[in-house]
C-alpha cells in the first residue's frame, strides 16, 4: 500500500499544532484537503467554533465548515454508536483535537478501540512522539501508563523484569527495542505472567511501511507473516482496563 493510500479509508488521527498561529503540517493539510472534497467523510471536531477557527486559518474550504461534528466528552455517548456504525460500513473519518493529537488524552480513545475491534485502519498524519502516537493508535485506555522503555536483552534478566512489571505495574505498559529484537521480545511476553493481556504492536509508525497489529501475543506473533524486525513500539493494556 502506497503512503497516500494509507489515508483514503478508516479513521485518521489528525494532530494539530498546540499554538493556534502556526500552521498545520503539510501531509495533515493535503489529507485534509482529500476529505473536504469527499462528501461522505466524517469530520470530527473537538469544539466546533475552535475547529473553525482553525480550518479557515489553515486556508482549507469554507463551505466544508457545515459538516463538522462537534465530538467530545459531552457529545461522545450520544454520537458513539452512530459513528462506529458508519465506519464500520467503510465510511472514512478525520477527527482533530483542539491542540495536539487525538485519541492521546483527547477525543477519540473509544472510536480508535472499535475500530480494532471491528478490523478497521486506522493511522495518524506524522507526529514527532512514537510513546504518544503508539499509546492514541492502540486504543487501549491509558488514563494512567508506565514507560518501562528497554528490558534487559539478555533472556533470565528480561524474564524477570517482565515479572516485576506484572507484579507491581497494573497500568498500560510501554515497551521498546531494537528492531532486531522484536521478534524475542514478543515472544518473551507471551512467555511471562503478561501473556494474558492484549498487546498493540505498532510498526514503522508514519512511513510507507507502518503496520499496526493487535490482539494477544500469539494472534499479533501469527500475523507478522515473516516481519522479523522493525522501528517499533509495544503497548501492554492494563490488567484492568476501564
Same mark, same amino acid.
Given at each position: 500500500?502506497?503512503?497516500?493510500?494509507?489515508?483514503? $479509508?478508516? /479513521?485518521?488521527?489528525?494532530?494539530?499544532?498546540?499554538?493556534?498561529?502556526?500552521? /498545520?503540517?503539510?501531509?495533515?493539510?493535503?489529507?485534509? $484537503?482529500?476529505?473536504?472534497?469527499?462528501?461522505?467523510?466524517?469530520?470530527?471536531?473537538?469544539? *466546533?467554533?475552535?475547529?473553525?477557527?482553525?480550518?479557515?486559518?489553515? %486556508?482549507?474550504?469554507?463551505?466544508?465548515?457545515?459538516?463538522?461534528?462537534?465530538?467530545?466528552?459531552?457529545?461522545?455517548?450520544?454520537?458513539?454508536?452512530?459513528?462506529?456504525?458508519?465506519?464500520?460500513?467503510?465510511?472514512?473519518?478525520? +477527527?482533530?483535537?483542539? !491542540? @495536539?493529537?487525538?485519541?492521546?488524552?483527547?477525543? %477519540?480513545?473509544? =472510536?480508535?478501540?472499535?475500530?480494532?475491534?471491528? !478490523?478497521?485502519?486506522?493511522?495518524?498524519?506524522?507526529?514527532?512522539?512514537? +510513546?504518544?502516537?503508539?499509546?492514541?493508535?492502540?486504543?487501549?485506555?491509558?488514563?494512567?501508563?508506565?514507560?518501562? !522503555?528497554?528490558?534487559?536483552?539478555?533472556?533470565?534478566?528480561? &524474564?524477570?523484569?517482565?515479572?516485576? =512489571?506484572?507484579?507491581?505495574? &497494573?497500568?498500560? /505498559?510501554?515497551?521498546?527495542?531494537?528492531?532486531?529484537?522484536?521478534?524475542?521480545?514478543?515472544?518473551?511476553?507471551?512467555?511471562?505472567?503478561?501473556?494474558?493481556?492484549? +498487546?498493540?504492536?505498532?510498526?514503522?509508525?508514519?512511513?510507507?511501511?507502518?503496520? =499496526?497489529?493487535?490482539? $494477544?501475543?500469539?494472534? #499479533?506473533?501469527?500475523? *507478522?507473516? @515473516?516481519?522479523? &524486525?522493525?522501528?517499533? #513500539? /509495544?503497548?501492554?493494556?492494563?490488567?484492568?482496563?476501564?
Amino acid at each position: 500500500m502506497s503512503f497516500p493510500e494509507i489515508f483514503k $479509508k478508516g /479513521l485518521i488521527l489528525i494532530p494539530t499544532p498546540i499554538e493556534d498561529s502556526l500552521p /498545520l503540517e503539510p501531509i495533515a493539510l493535503e489529507v485534509l $484537503k482529500d476529505a473536504a472534497a469527499d462528501p461522505a467523510t466524517l469530520l470530527l471536531v473537538e469544539e *466546533l467554533k475552535a475547529g473553525r477557527t482553525r480550518w479557515l486559518r489553515w %486556508g482549507l474550504p469554507r463551505e466544508t465548515i457545515e459538516r463538522f461534528t462537534a465530538y467530545n466528552e459531552h457529545t461522545e455517548s450520544e454520537l458513539f454508536p452512530r459513528i462506529a456504525n458508519e465506519l464500520r460500513n467503510g465510511t472514512r473519518a478525520v +477527527i482533530l483535537s483542539d !491542540g @495536539g493529537l487525538p485519541a492521546f488524552c483527547d477525543p %477519540g480513545q473509544r =472510536l480508535v478501540d472499535a475500530c480494532h475491534e471491528a !478490523g478497521i485502519k486506522v493511522t495518524a498524519t506524522p507526529f514527532p512522539n512514537s +510513546i504518544a502516537l503508539a499509546l492514541a493508535l492502540s486504543g487501549f485506555d491509558h488514563r494512567s501508563f508506565h514507560f518501562a !522503555g528497554f528490558l534487559p536483552a539478555q533472556g533470565e534478566e528480561r &524474564k524477570r523484569s517482565l515479572e516485576q =512489571l506484572q507484579a507491581t505495574q &497494573k497500568c498500560t /505498559l510501554v515497551l521498546m527495542d531494537t528492531p532486531y529484537r522484536m521478534k524475542a521480545l514478543l515472544q518473551a511476553v507471551g512467555e511471562s505472567a503478561l501473556k494474558n493481556r492484549k +498487546i498493540f504492536l505498532a510498526t514503522g509508525l508514519n512511513s510507507p511501511a507502518e503496520q =499496526l497489529f493487535r490482539g $494477544k501475543v500469539k494472534d #499479533v506473533l501469527s500475523a *507478522l507473516q @515473516g516481519l522479523e &524486525k522493525a522501528e517499533f #513500539v /509495544l503497548v501492554v493494556e492494563g490488567a484492568t482496563p476501564r
